[in-house]
């Protein structure tokens, strides 16, 4: 069975699926038989025949030059862009964590990593059917069930501190373990310095890279043994 990391964004449009991709092809740059992996997705295109393209899962292969169906890496895609909750409410078909693990693990048998991303930020709404219903399923359930760590993707600018610690706060009450942080969107500028060496110390969790815009490599300032470190 392969190790999976957890790609988490601290909310939706910071470039999340971008550095996702970026760190995919690293770790396949770096000969390690890696893939990506995601829950639910929603705001997919239709293709000629109406069938479901999962955007997402497309610009994550493209970025890392792997040739793999999408539909075995995203187990339920949505149209409607919209929270997976209210997508499935829509459309039907609703997430239920015993299918993401048994995908989750029909990807592991063929991959020795897994890079899973998230939707949207932490407290993202996955399947929503009342206050108290036992079927309710947050983001963080599902980290939880896979048993995952994390890795922080945020945008570098102003701003980010409070979004940035608001997170990671409640990761930690929730008990999820946070890994690293990396962030999006950077220019080597004072204010984006300081909000790295701000957040560093006000959550004691490294940067471990910081990507430009248009980036087409991921530049990591730590160790690749130290990156496979956080796979579980």
């Known amino acids: 069975m392969s190790k999976g990391l957890f790609i988490l964004g601290t909310g939706t449009d910071i470039g999340k699926t971008y550095v996702t991709g970026l760190l995919l092809k690293y770790l396949r740059d770096h000969d390690f038989n890696a893939t ?39 187990p339920y895609i949505y149209e409607t862009a919209v929270s997976p909750h209210l ?28 890079v899973m991303e998230g939707s949207g930020g932490i407290v993202c709404p996955i399947r929503y059917e009342g206050k108290g219903n036992e079927n309710n399923i947050m983001l963080e359930d599902i980290v939880k069930y896979l048993n995952l760590d994390v890795i922080l993707i945020a945008d570098a600018g102003l701003g980010t501190i409070n979004s940035i610690v608001t997170t990671v706060e409640y990761l930690k009450n929730r008990n999820i373990h946070l890994c690293a942080i990396i962030m999006n969107n950077y220019k080597d500028e004072l ?7 701000m957040v560093e110390g006000l959550c004691d969790v490294p ?22 470190s956080y796979f579980k």
Not at 90 to 108: F, H, Q
Not at 191 to 197: A, F, G, L, S, T
Not at 207 to 228: F, G
């Open 36 to 74: 990506y992996f995601k829950a639910a997705l929603s705001g997919a295109m239709k293709d000629e025949n109406d069938n479901l393209i999962p955007g997402d899962a497309v610009e994550v292969l493209t970025i890392a030059n792997l040739d793999e169906d999408t539909d075995f890496l995203v």
């Open 207 to 228: 940067v471990i890279a910081k990507v430009y815009q248009n980036d087409t490599n991921l530049r990591l300032d730590i160790d690749t043994e130290i990156l496979i």
């Open 191 to 197: 204010m984006e310095n300081d909000n790295i060496k």
């Open 87 to 114: 997508a499935s409410q829509i459309e039907g078909n609703p997430v239920n964590l015993k299918r993401v693990k048994e995908a989750y693990d029909n990807v592991s048998e063929r991959y020795d990593y897994i």
